[in-house]
């Protein structure tokens, strides 16, 4: 009943993610149907030039989907957050199948009939048009059908890069441990996968039937192109004017991803949301291509980890560094937020009782019996495991555990790891149990929270600014952990934590 009232609840948003998911796998099944099945007749025609094709495209389908999506993100034209590069990484997957159901259709034709169409005078043109890829079809159906059903689970990572699609509920749930919302991204998706699975066997059996089999198949076939031209417009930008608002995945992005957003639309400015995005270095390269317009970026991050330079143990000195190094690629840091999201090392409640651990220091004593594990990006960081280890001269027993930063916390509390480095504002700390040890070498630098925009937006739409500005020095740290509570712990929609906090900060404003 809670999923169904889930869905119920965002019935309009529900339409729009499965309408993009369907288009991301139409048209990636598309152009791999265009290119696949030229591809699988060169590779029967002329094994010496096809062979090397099917070598790619059994390379292409061994790289994992995040790693390929990672790999295509910085390239011109073909990279990009958003859905052009989950498009071609899609079509990527589904070639291989259609290329070798192809070939092998091809291949298993029986040689007298074509020699009896060459005895009849065809050309080879026509042999392949009138007698072999009417015989093939059923394979290469199959190829297609194969193809699709895959695309559909894969297409469900394109939520990491901005592409949409059913994956947003799902990687909105891992940001908020919340099995519902994860289901109600993960059983549509399955859903549309069996229906796929159920339509493409169908045609199949048709085609093999033989009952004007051929027309059938190029008729439905033509139907799923036409949806998803139909379908596309899911995909536009939105309004002329629109500012595209990121945000990384974890939940207190999200939060601030929407009151950004509801700030700007508060002052007429159009929006388009591309929340929970990938981690840092995603988000940071869609702000510099022009992909996003704005997110909200911690100080400490970005002087350490986004341009690696050293430490600054200054608030101040570490917003002015910030600005002084996002000038140069057209990007401008407003004012802070209000608050400091540094870094916490988190341990069990109970151990820190038990032990008596209240500094990282501390931590030394148990250190070679216990099970390290953090975030992928902490684990890069300049300002992350390795550099604290050195720090504290801490020297764990076994290597940490890499694992994202949404379920970490549950990790730790149930026993699946002893010691890990969390947000100092997430509601999970309290909720479960764990206790932060003091950084009493101050190892951590300042994170304040602040919106960076792109510079050409803020000249274009002046409202941004005087929207951000309204935010600044508005969000305390307990304002900060109270809103990831009512999301993380009261499972609270983020966009109406955001709605409500702003109608107090404005209410707030006005008794002023």
């Not at 073909?78 to 899609?90: E, I």
């Not at 009952?211 to 192109?225: D, E, I, Y």
């Not at 032990?355 to 975030?375: E, H, K, M, N, Y």
């Amino acid at each position: 009943m809670t999923l169904v009232q889930f869905w119920l609840a965002h019935l309009g948003e529900l339409g729009r993610l499965t309408a993009q998911h369907l288009v991301l796998v139409l048209v990636s099944t598309g152009v791999a149907v265009a290119l696949g099945v030229p591809l699988g007749v060169l590779a029967v025609r002329r094994p010496r030039l096809g062979q090397p094709l099917l070598v790619a495209a059994n390379v292409a389908q061994t790289i994992p989907s995040l790693a390929l999506l990672g790999f295509l993100l910085p390239l011109p034209f073909v990279g990009g957050v958003g859905p052009r590069t989950a498009l071609v990484t899609l079509t990527l997957y589904a070639l291989l199948p259609i290329v070798r159901t192809t070939a092998a259709g091809l291949r298993s034709i029986d040689p007298a009939v074509v020699e009896s169409g060459v005895a009849m005078g065809m050309t080879p043109r026509q042999l392949l048009t009138l007698v072999e890829l009417p015989l093939a079809l059923p394979s290469i159906v199959a190829g297609i059908r194969v193809a699709t059903v895959v695309g559909v689970g894969t297409a469900t990572i394109a939520a990491a890069i901005g592409a949409g699609g059913l994956g947003e509920y799902i990687f909105r749930g891992l940001s908020m441990v919340d099995t519902t919302t994860i289901l109600a991204g993960a059983l549509p998706a399955a859903a549309l996968a069996l229906v796929a699975d159920g339509l493409l066997a169908w045609l199949e059996r048709v085609l093999q039937s033989g009952r004007h089999g051929t027309t059938k198949g190029l008729s439905v076939l033509a139907a799923l192109v036409l949806a998803a031209a139909l379908l596309s417009p899911v995909y536009a930008r939105g309004a002329a004017g629109s500012v595209v608002v990121g945000s990384k995945n974890f939940t207190e992005q999200v939060i601030l991803g929407e009151l950004v957003a509801q700030a700007l639309e508060a002052e007429g400015v159009p929006v388009v949301r591309k929340l929970n995005l990938g981690g840092t270095f995603i988000c940071d390269r869609a702000l510099r291509a022009g992909d996003v317009d704005v997110y909200v970026e911690y100080t400490g991050t970005a002087v350490t980890a986004v341009f690696r330079q050293p430490v600054v143990r200054n608030s101040q000195a570490m917003l002015l560094r910030t600005r002084e190094l996002y000038a140069p690629v057209g990007v401008t840091a407003l004012a802070p937020l209000g608050f400091d999201n540094t870094f916490a090392i988190l341990v069990r409640r109970a151990d820190a009782d038990r032990l008596g651990l209240t500094t990282i220091d501390d931590l030394r004593g148990v250190a070679s019996r216990w099970t390290p594990g953090f975030g992928y990006e902490f684990l890069q960081r300049e300002d992350g495991f390795a550099g604290l280890t050195k720090t504290y001269g801490l020297a764990f027993g076994r290597a940490p555990i890499a694992m994202d930063l949404s379920l970490i916390y549950k990790a730790v509390a149930d026993g699946t790891l002893d010691v890990t480095a969390g947000d100092a504002t997430s509601a999970q700390i309290d909720a479960l149990g764990l206790a932060a040890l003091a950084d009493t070498r101050h190892y951590f630098p300042p994170y304040d929270a602040v919106p960076l925009v792109r510079t050409a937006t803020l000249l274009r739409r002046t409202e941004v600014r005087r929207a951000l500005d309204g935010l600044a020095g508005r969000i305390s740290a307990a304002d900060m952990r109270a809103m990831n509570a009512a999301v993380d712990v009261r499972r609270e929609d983020p966009a109406d934590v955001a709605r409500a906090f702003l109608r107090s900060t404005r209410a707030g404003r006005a008794g002023e």
